[in-house]
């Protein structure tokens, strides 16, 4: 029981510094990852202490934490915001990745003397960024939506293709004709896996009345959780799996969609803090010494060249500007992902893996500080900075099921085309009306004069079979204000 208690005293002090480290790490600009990575440091063997010293526990955790990250990451994406990155994003995620463990592995074949088949994993480990990193940096600069898109799209995705990649080239399996088509078998399973799972789930969550509120965030991360086990059981990619189900989740009429975002959020961070926190007390700052040169040149090779080259090549086909592809690739940051890959072949007993995981651990703190700390810098130099951007209004359900009806909450966004409409104007379908305005902390009943303004949190009510039409109707005025069915925006 002493321990017991030890152990969570010890878990509630390092999330509770966690937390109030975010806000350090926002103000700097740098990812939050650092201060976990550090923390992790300082109870480890050269702290205060605990020795933490496996391998395969580490990269099951890892991967778990992954799975919680992917997760939100999926819940939180907004399909109207990414939608016309997609393509790019499929192509970062996956013909630049191809590329980039092609360039890595033959500059560190020539440069380090690497093995072919030792380079060639060192460069699918390094091929993911990681959407945590990236995300705590972009957050605020104001850059273009489709920049941000493809960074969240390739980010979301690109877990895939480099854990089937590292998984290949750490075991004893033969690598001929048939691997390309494994992988892509692998990819598309996971995908259409994803989209069975998410649409299933969010069928049944619209139908089934919960007794308690709390239950629909925890239903939703199940659904989005099984999804990854039916995928690695299905010899799927499970990862991508997880990451479609929760876009599908995120992007469906969901119950409560509020408080799940929220729930999922929080676990995010949870896992975040966790996993990062556990890389740290895995690392041992003695071995990081001897892996100082080759993490750099690693680090040096990936971000001067492979980086660069495999952004370059995958948006060719979208005529992508030169100005964005540079952003592009300065913002394909590294974080956990790369370590938790590390792990795996070390948990195999490959030749070669200590070196490697000790020289991603040094090549993730580097890139970090080095592309975390100039973002800003490089978006204003390259005029991608354009101050605040307009965000999709948010529509949170509540079903009232005895009375066979429906509650909307929706918050008027900064820049939505809501702001200045009367209420006359916003013309919602038969069965639904807005029954109460909040405006600066104080709720009233409006009237037909009454003038949406933005922050303005609004409560409809409507029936269930209008739903639908409401839904679409207050996002077409948010997107085109109140000519919007004049010019063509149904709010689909």
Same mark, same amino acid.
């Given at each position: /029981?002493?321990?017991?208690?030890?152990?969570?005293?010890?878990?509630?002090?390092?999330? !509770?510094?966690?937390?109030?480290?975010?806000?350090?790490?926002?103000?700097?600009?740098?990812?939050?990852?650092?201060?976990?990575?550090?923390?992790?440091?300082?109870?480890?063997?050269?702290?205060?202490?605990? $020795?933490?010293?496996?391998?395969?526990?580490?990269? %099951? !955790?890892?991967?778990?934490?992954?799975?919680?990250?992917?997760?939100?990451?999926?819940?939180?994406?907004?399909?109207?915001?990414?939608?016309?990155?997609?393509?790019?994003?499929?192509?970062? +995620?996956?013909?630049?990745?191809?590329?980039?463990?092609?360039?890595?592995?033959?500059?560190?074949?020539?440069?380090?003397?690497?093995?072919?088949?030792?380079?060639?994993?060192?460069?699918?480990?390094?091929?993911?960024?990681?959407?945590?990193?990236? =995300?705590?940096?972009?957050?605020? *600069?104001?850059?273009?939506?489709?920049?941000?898109?493809?960074?969240?799209?390739?980010?979301?995705?690109?877990? %895939?293709?480099?854990?089937?990649?590292?998984?290949?080239?750490?075991?004893?399996?033969?690598?001929?004709?048939?691997?390309?088509?494994?992988?892509?078998? #692998?990819?598309?399973?996971?995908?259409?896996?994803?989209?069975?799972?998410?649409?299933?789930?969010?069928?049944?969550?619209?139908?089934?009345?919960?007794?308690?509120?709390?239950?629909?965030?925890?239903?939703?991360?199940?659904?989005?959780?099984?999804? =990854?086990? &039916?995928?690695?059981?299905?010899?799927?990619?499970? *990862? @991508?799996?997880?990451?479609?189900?929760?876009?599908?989740?995120?992007?469906?009429?969901?119950?409560?969609?509020?408080? &799940?975002?929220?729930?999922? #959020?929080?676990?995010?961070?949870? +896992?975040?803090?966790?996993? =990062?926190? *556990?890389?740290?007390?895995?690392?041992?700052?003695?071995?990081?010494?001897?892996?100082?040169?080759?993490?750099?040149?690693?680090?040096?090779?990936? !971000?001067?060249?492979?980086?660069?080259?495999?952004?370059?090549? %995958?948006?060719?086909?979208?005529?992508?500007?030169?100005?964005?592809?540079?952003?592009? +690739?300065?913002?394909?940051?590294?974080?956990?992902?790369?370590?938790?890959?590390?792990?795996?072949?070390?948990?195999?007993? /490959?030749?070669?893996?200590?070196?490697?995981?000790?020289?991603?651990?040094?090549?993730?703190?580097? @890139?970090?500080?080095?592309?975390?700390?100039?973002?800003?810098?490089?978006?204003?130099?390259?005029?991608?900075?354009?101050?605040?951007? +307009?965000?999709?209004?948010?529509?949170?359900?509540?079903?009232?099921?005895?009375?066979?009806?429906?509650?909307?909450?929706?918050?008027?966004?900064?820049?939505?085309?809501?702001?200045?409409?009367? !209420?006359?104007?916003?013309?919602?379908?038969?069965?639904?009306?807005?029954?109460?305005?909040?405006?600066?902390?104080?709720? =009233?009943?409006?009237?037909?004069?009454?003038?949406?303004?933005?922050?303005?949190?609004?409560?409809?009510?409507?029936?269930?079979?209008?739903?639908?039409?409401? #839904?679409? $109707?207050?996002?077409?005025?948010?997107?085109?204000?109140?000519?919007?069915?004049?010019?063509?925006?149904?709010?689909?």
């Amino acid at each position: /029981m002493n321990g017991l208690t030890l152990a969570l005293g010890i878990g509630a002090a390092v999330v !509770l510094v966690a937390v109030l480290a975010v806000r350090l790490s926002v103000r700097l600009g740098l990812p939050s990852l650092l201060v976990y990575l550090g923390i992790g440091v300082a109870i480890g063997e050269a702290g205060l202490g605990i $020795r933490f010293d496996n391998p395969e526990l580490t990269q %099951a !955790l890892g991967l778990a934490a992954l799975v919680l990250i992917l997760t939100e990451g999926g819940l939180t994406t907004r399909w109207p915001d990414v939608k016309s990155s997609l393509g790019i994003g499929v192509a970062l +995620s996956t013909v630049a990745v191809a590329v980039s463990v092609g360039v890595t592995a033959a500059c560190l074949h020539f440069i380090l003397g690497l093995d072919w088949k030792v380079a060639a994993l060192w460069g699918a480990v390094l091929a993911s960024t990681d959407a945590a990193a990236v =995300f705590s940096v972009l957050r605020g *600069l104001g850059v273009n939506k489709r920049v941000v898109g493809s960074l969240e799209i390739e980010s979301g995705l690109n877990d %895939a293709p480099s854990y089937i990649a590292v998984v290949l080239l750490s075991t004893s399996v033969t690598i001929d004709w048939v691997s390309p088509l494994l992988v892509v078998y #692998e990819l598309v399973a996971g995908a259409v896996i994803g989209l069975g799972l998410g649409w299933l789930g969010a069928l049944a969550l619209r139908r089934v009345a919960l007794p308690a509120t709390g239950l629909y965030p925890l239903a939703t991360v199940a659904v989005c959780v099984a999804a =990854f086990s &039916t995928g690695q059981l299905a010899h799927a990619s499970g *990862l @991508l799996a997880t990451y479609v189900a929760g876009l599908v989740l995120g992007n469906s009429r969901l119950p409560h969609r509020g408080d &799940t975002v929220s729930f999922a #959020e929080g676990l995010g961070w949870l +896992s975040q803090i966790g996993l =990062f926190v *556990l890389l740290g007390l895995f690392a041992s700052p003695s071995r990081l010494l001897d892996a100082i040169v080759p993490g750099l040149v690693a680090g040096a090779v990936l !971000l001067l060249l492979a980086r660069p080259l495999s952004v370059f090549l %995958a948006a060719q086909p979208f005529r992508v500007p030169w100005r964005e592809q540079v952003f592009l +690739s300065w913002a394909g940051l590294r974080g956990a992902v790369p370590i938790v890959l590390a792990m795996i072949p070390l948990s195999e007993d /490959m030749p070669g893996a200590r070196q490697l995981v000790d020289a991603v651990f040094v090549l993730v703190i580097v @890139l970090t500080l080095v592309q975390g700390s100039t973002l800003p810098l490089v978006a204003r130099v390259l005029g991608l900075t354009k101050g605040a951007q +307009s965000t999709q209004v948010e529509v949170d359900a509540a079903p009232l099921d005895e009375l066979g009806a429906e509650l909307l909450q929706v918050k008027i966004p900064k820049g939505s085309q809501l702001h200045g409409i009367y !209420l006359t104007e916003l013309r919602l379908p038969p069965g639904a009306t807005v029954s109460l305005v909040t405006r600066g902390g104080e709720a =009233f009943t409006p009237e037909a004069t009454t003038r949406l303004q933005t922050n303005d949190q609004i409560l409809v009510v409507t029936t269930q079979q209008a739903r639908s039409a409401t #839904e679409r $109707r207050i996002r077409a005025v948010d997107r085109a204000g109140r000519y919007a069915r004049w010019r063509g925006e149904h709010g689909d």
